[in-house]
T-cell receptor, first 114, second 113 residues
Framework: NAGVTQTPKFQVLKTGQSMTLQCAQDMNHEYMSWYRQDPGMGLRLIHYSVGAGITDQGEVPNGYNVSRSTTEDFPLRLLSAAPSQTSVYFC?????????????FGNGTRLTVT | KQEVTQIPAALSVPEGENLVLNCSFTDSAIYNLQWFRQDPGKGLTSLLLIQSSQREQTSGRLNASLDKSSGRSTLYIAASQPGDSATYLCAFDRGSTLGRLYFGRGTQLTVWP
């Protein structure tokens, strides 16, 4: 089982460039989310989706866009990359998004913005 | 602002020791609490989920407890092994916020043979 798949694994961008981080899951999960992990800080929620066509902001949404056109995919778009967006990005999914539904994480995308 | 503190930040022990990792939180509205494991270059794997009505969960050599009144959770690892080396993170949710978890910074554990 593939679970949650993130691509690319590594990416280097220049300030001002845009890109899309891909996330796909094959578990038919309704809930998907994006977190970023920075050194010395806990993971922080960027955006989340409770189903196709529905998205909402998390704790740190500025500079990022998301869409959910299918149940399987939840891409994260950086509109104009900034050095402050250098981080490791994790996509996660769960069956319902309810608190007692365990989250499944991808292996992350390590992004560096110069 | 929710705050989750994990102590110690790093721990290095010989194989076979019993370990206790600590997680404390300031938010009184905690609902469920989870412990995750993160291996280098990998995502997080859920280890134990203590639901709102529970006080502890066990899985193999792992036992996690939750005391909401004192704002603390502990992860107990029995008979540690080198394969347990990883970063352990705790996270809680507030129940009403769909899927949103508030994470600690983690405890980096090294178990040497």
């Amino acid at each position: 089982n593939a679970g949650v798949t993130q691509t690319p694994k590594f990416q280097v961008l220049k300030t001002g460039q845009s890109m899309t981080l891909q996330c796909a899951q094959d578990m038919n999960h309704e809930y998907m989310s994006w977190y970023r992990q920075d050194p010395g800080m806990g993971l922080r929620l960027i955006h989340y989706s409770v189903g196709a066509g529905i998205t909402d902001q998390g704790e740190v949404p500025n500079g990022y866009n998301v869409s959910r056109s299918t149940t399987e995919d939840f891409p994260l778009r950086l509109l104009s990359a900034a050095p402050s967006q250098t981080s490791v990005y994790f996509c996660a999914s769960s069956y319902s998004g309810q608190a007692n539904s365990p989250l499944h994480f991808g292996n992350g995308t390590r992004l560096t913005v110069t | 602002k929710q705050e989750v503190t994990q102590i110690p930040a790093a721990l290095s022990v010989p194989e076979g020791e019993n370990l206790v990792l600590n997680c404390s939180f300031t938010d009184s509205a905690i609902y469920n609490l989870q412990w995750f494991r993160q291996d280098p270059g990998k995502g997080l794997t859920s280890l134990l989920l203590i639901q709102s009505s529970q006080r502890e969960q066990t899985s193999g050599r792992l036992n996690a407890s939750l005391d909401k009144s004192s704002g603390r959770s502990t992860l107990y690892i029995a008979a540690s092994q080198p394969g347990d080396s990883a970063t352990y993170l705790c996270a809680f949710d507030r129940g009403s916020t769909l899927g949103r978890l508030y994470f600690g910074r983690g405890t980096q554990l090294t178990v040497w043979p």
